[in-house]
């Protein structure tokens, strides 16, 4: 699974300069429905390629080699998500399969279009399973929508003898083989290979707790669900110093339920704890504003990112206005979408107050407390 770089905005904002390209499309997991994707994507590739001509036409065929390669990737075609974001510009390329549709965009403009990246990566609905049992762990990436497998940083043991190698005991020796030796000789009492075993899941849960911490939760600041049977639960909570681990879990084995099984439970024990976010951030914007230190007024918001004012932003996630933002002054302009040049007011508003190390929560439209798409907490 494509996922966020752990640096995005910043690896993002720092591309070059326009023309960027920004392709969104919604795909499908399975056949036959993803058929049709390679046909709407090379659609799609078409449309940008008339907005490059009227950009950089001398550039048009380096621009799209490699949107065109990748439309000729079988291998890929058949391991889609659900949606697809391919961002292009000089010397930068990438492609990512998303855990949630998106609508179809194909948009040429100075910079790239973000916000369907951010209503998934800066959505507080986004959450990690730790699939957890003594001898082994998967971890699992998604939102309410949709559960995957995700790729482990190569330095977390996926297995116990990955993680205690040479210390692991001897799986051969059981208890009953240990209790006499030569001449009768008791080596081992009674429940000492228990006992020892037990002592190989603590050791193998602080590595696991360790490396998930150092090397995913961290870097993601994502929820941490976890999934055991109880008794493993209760030693793995005992030792953990994670402070993304949510304090309810799923108690079952993990390995014994289907994946779209362990995201429903997933989301039945996030879910509170999703709403309880979005409360805390509409109730800190409503203090802000009533002490004028927030605002909902896109020229007023605009005006505060660009000078770096904005500690928190909120996004309508279903909302679009079509517009510019000098990213220097703050001066908003409306304009059409359909015109090459012009992208999402709000995006370009995500983008700058991104780059200048704010918060970004892209919030269901339901949810919003503004009517504008946007509501912005000060830093001063």
């Not at 360790?210 to 600041?221: I, K, W, Y």
Request: hydrophobic content about 40%; some cysteine.
């Amino acid at each position: 699974m494509d996922i966020a770089p752990k640096d995005y905005p910043t690896e993002l904002l720092a591309a070059p300069g326009g023309p960027c390209l920004s392709l969104y499309q919604p795909t499908h997991r399975h056949f036959p429905d993803n058929r049709q994707d390679p046909i709407r994507f090379r659609n799609l590739v078409k449309e940008l390629a008339q907005s490059v001509r009227q950009r950089a036409p001398q550039q048009t065929a380096e621009l799209l080699e490699p949107l065109e390669a990748l439309a000729a990737d079988r291998e890929f075609w058949n391991c889609t998500l659900d949606g697809l974001a391919v961002l292009r510009s000089y010397g930068f390329f990438r492609v990512f399969r998303l855990q949630r549709s998106v609508p179809e965009r194909a948009v040429v403009a100075d910079s790239f279009h973000t916000k369907p990246l951010m209503r998934i990566w800066q959505s507080a609905d986004r959450f990690q399973v730790l699939a957890l049992s003594r001898s082994e762990i998967k971890l699992y990436e998604g939102n309410r929508d949709a559960l995957d497998v995700a790729e482990l940083d190569p330095r977390v043991p996926s297995t116990v003898t990955d993680a205690l190698g040479e210390e692991l005991t001897e799986p051969s020796l059981t208890a009953s083989a240990r209790r006499g030796g030569v001449g009768g000789e008791i080596f081992h009492g009674h429940g000492s290979k228990d006992a020892e075993v037990d002592r190989d899941a603590e050791r193998f849960f602080r590595i696991i707790d360790a490396a998930v911490l150092e090397h995913h939760s961290r870097s993601s600041g994502l929820p941490l669900l976890l999934a055991a049977l109880p008794e493993h639960q209760g030693l793995f909570r005992q030792m953990t110093r994670n402070p993304f681990l949510l304090p309810d879990g799923i108690d079952l084995n993990p390995d014994a339920v289907s994946i779209d099984g362990l995201r429903e439970r997933a989301w039945s024990a996030v879910e509170p704890h999703f709403l309880a976010r979005l409360a805390r951030l509409v109730d800190a914007f409503q203090k802000a504003q009533a002490k004028g230190f927030g605002a909902d007024d896109l020229d007023t918001i605009a005006e505060a990112a660009a000078m770096g004012r904005v500690k928190t932003l909120l996004l309508d996630a279903d909302r679009v206005v079509p517009g510019r933002i000098d990213g220097e002054t703050g001066r908003t302009e409306a304009g059409e979408l359909e015109r090459p040049d012009v992208d999402d007011l709000l995006d370009d508003l995500g983008e700058i107050v991104l780059g200048k190390s704010g918060e970004v929560v892209v919030v269901p439209g339901e949810r919003m407390p503004t009517q504008t798409g946007a509501a912005a907490v000060f830093r001063y």
